[in-house]
């Protein structure tokens, strides 16, 4: 009787959209000549192939290949890919007939520019809120602003120059706001949004601070 030998493992796998990923099967050993290999996709629940009868189908037709022994490489990840694939490998010749691997596949998708809130005029003493917002970018993107071209701390206690401003920014939902408004608090602001596909930010808006 010949023996079927693989390592065969469970995994999550990250990609960035629109690069390559492969996602690899991999069988250490092997007797029998001729195995069946086919892949599918599962998403939400519901399976379909990808790779069926020696050839690439459903959502990766003209969009991947097969490499040797069994892996399929994804010439461009697209978000719509995140899902989980199966590799079933069966070799009916062999003791042990039937095994696969389960891949999670998560593609990265780089933040769009996001869009920003910034009131055009506040008076000093007040509270006021300014907020930004990118819901494209996967994973969910953090968020940094920008006074006159310099990054605000987040923490303002840990910076001399901001020690004594009352804002408090949440990286989270891209709010950043202040408890009491200086004069110093006047000028201009941009957020940016980032992950690790990427980073993109909304246009500079000025805020005025009146007494």
């Not at 960035?16 to 998403?43: D, M």
């Not at 907020?131 to 940094?144: D, I, S, T």
Request: with cysteine; aromatic share 10%; proline share 6%.
């Amino acid at each position: 009787m010949r023996l079927l030998d693989y390592t065969l493992k469970c995994s999550i796998v990250w990609a960035n959209e629109f690069e390559p990923i492969e996602l690899t099967c991999l069988i250490e050993s092997i007797s029998t000549n001729n195995p069946r290999i086919e892949w599918k996709k599962i998403k939400n629940g519901v399976p379909s192939y990808v790779y069926f009868q020696n050839k690439i189908a459903g959502d990766l037709e003209n969009r991947a290949q097969l490499r040797e022994p069994a892996n399929i490489l994804i010439f461009n990840a697209t978000r719509s890919d995140t899902a989980e694939y199966r590799c079933e490998v069966a070799a009916i010749d062999d003791q042990r007939d039937f095994d696969e691997i389960l891949i999670s596949l998560a593609v990265r998708v780089k933040p769009v520019v996001p869009r920003c809130s910034v009131p055009e005029a506040v008076t000093v003493g007040t509270s006021t809120e300014l907020r930004c917002l990118e819901n494209e970018g996967f994973p969910a993107p953090q968020y940094r602003w920008f006074h006159n071209n310099e990054e605000l701390p987040q923490d303002p206690k840990n910076s001399a120059k901001f020690a004594n401003s009352s804002y408090s920014i949440n990286p989270d939902t891209g709010g950043l706001k202040f408890r009491r408004v200086r004069k110093e608090d006047a000028g201009e602001y941009y957020c940016q949004a980032k992950n690790d596909a990427g980073h993109a930010q909304c246009p500079t808006q000025i805020m005025e601070v009146c007494e």
